[in-house]
Each structure stands twice: as C-alpha cells, then as structure tokens.
C-alpha cells in the first residue's frame, strides 16, 4: 500500500475515526495493552470497524515509525450507503445496473473493473467489508481517477446486499463458467446486478445458490477462463449492447 494514506499510532487512529474518516484497512498488534489501546477497541466496537491482529513484526514490516502497536490506512473515498442508493436509482427512472465483486482480492484487477463500470454506466459498486481488495492508493491509479466517479458500496455480507437488491426488484446475474445458459441468452435489459468471483476461486457456493441467473462466456481456446476484469467487461459491454 501507498504511505500517503498511511496513519500510525493508536492516538492518530483514534482522531481519525472521530473526524470522520474511512478506515480502510486497521492492523493492531496481537495483546497491546493499556487504556489508550483498550479506548480504540472500544471505539472500534462502537463504529462497527474491522481490524486484523498481527504479530508486531508485521507492524514493523509496514512503517519504521513508532506505530505504537497500530497502523492503519484511510480510504481514499467516501463509501455509500447501499439503501440509499438504490433509492435513487430508482426514483430517478433508470434501469438500474449494479455490479457486485465477491471476494475480488487483486487491487489491480479492482482497479480495472472501476474503470470499465464508470466506462460502462454502472450506478454503483458493491464489495464486502472483509476479504476483499482494499481500496487503496494503487486502486486509485489502476481506476485511472474514475474512482471517483462511480459509488461504491460496503456491506458487512454479500447475500444480504443480493436480498436487499431482490427485494427492490433487481435481478442477480452470475458471471460463472459453471453455467449452462451463454450470457447472450439472458435478458440484461431488466433491472440487474451482476457478480463477479474472485480470481482463484470465482464465486462462493453460498451466492450461486441465492442468484436469479447464471451466465457463461463461449470459449473456445485451451485456457477455460478469463481474467476476471476482462470477463467483467465483456459482461457490461453485452448489457450496453442490449440496452442500447
């Protein structure tokens, strides 16, 4: 990750939780002891923010400085509220198109999605608190500013954001080679939001089972898949093309 979003320092984090700021990613060292630390833990549990616990040299891995047991990183973005923002789409007359990235772990590849979504007219991103790509400075770059463009949701769990998506009225579209219908022969002229896996695994079980359809792309070399940010763009260009 870039240093420029980096803070350190149990006071630092605390100040910056307090005014307001996004904690992307927070790594506290395993048993840090005292009342300033057990302040931040009870402010942590208060905001409902993640953090990870990590032996110290992990800490001493990621600044020089004296981290006083706590490094953090501030997201560059304000995140969406994902009520809200369907909402507004709707309201507002459009078809809405959502993209939903479970697991995505490779910034790179987030990067490149976020650039072709704002690209493509999608109305909002939606990624899980923990396990995903962070959303960090190289993101920023990979998007090429678009970034700041296109919203961007966290939600504590995937499917709950699908049962809320289902319940407005937005169809769940799969990008998964274990489909049997090609994407050319699912209706993406509807209200949807489509799925993307993670770049080793692809989706999880446990969101196939709750999507409304599942698609494929042909393919036709020995290579049986994509890069999922170029699947990921096939899929939205196709949606463009029939909505055109």
Do not use: W
């Amino acid at each position: 990750m870039k240093k420029e979003s980096q803070i350190f320092g149990i006071r630092a984090v605390i100040e910056a939780i307090n005014a307001g700021k996004t904690i992307d990613k927070l790594f506290i060292q395993k048993g840090l002891q005292g009342e300033l630390s057990k302040e931040l833990i009870n402010l942590l549990k208060k905001e409902n923010i993640s953090f990870s616990s990590v032996p110290i040299e992990k800490l001493n891995r990621l600044t020089r400085k004296n981290h006083q047991g706590v490094v953090g990183y501030i997201s560059p973005i304000e995140f969406q509220d994902l009520e809200n923002l369907t909402l507004q789409i709707i309201e507002s007359g459009k078809t809405p198109l959502f993209l939903i990235l479970d697991q995505l772990s490779d910034v790179r590849n987030f990067g490149a999605i976020i650039r072709t979504a704002e690209c493509t007219g999608v109305h909002g991103i939606i990624i899980q608190k923990k396990g995903g790509a962070p959303v960090s400075a190289d993101t920023v770059k990979t998007s090429a500013g678009a970034i700041f463009k296109i919203p961007i949701c966290k939600v504590d769990h995937i499917k709950d954001a699908m049962y809320y998506l289902q319940a407005s009225g937005i169809q769940i579209v799969a990008a998964s080679e274990k489909a049997t219908s090609p994407i050319y022969d699912i209706d993406l002229t509807a209200p949807i939001a489509i799925v993307m896996g993670s770049e080793g695994k692809g989706i999880s079980n446990s969101v196939l089972k709750i999507v409304d359809h599942k698609a494929k792309l042909p393919m036709y070399g020995d290579i049986a898949s994509l890069n999922v940010s170029v699947a990921c763009g096939v899929f939205l260009y196709e949606t463009i093309r029939q909505r055109l």
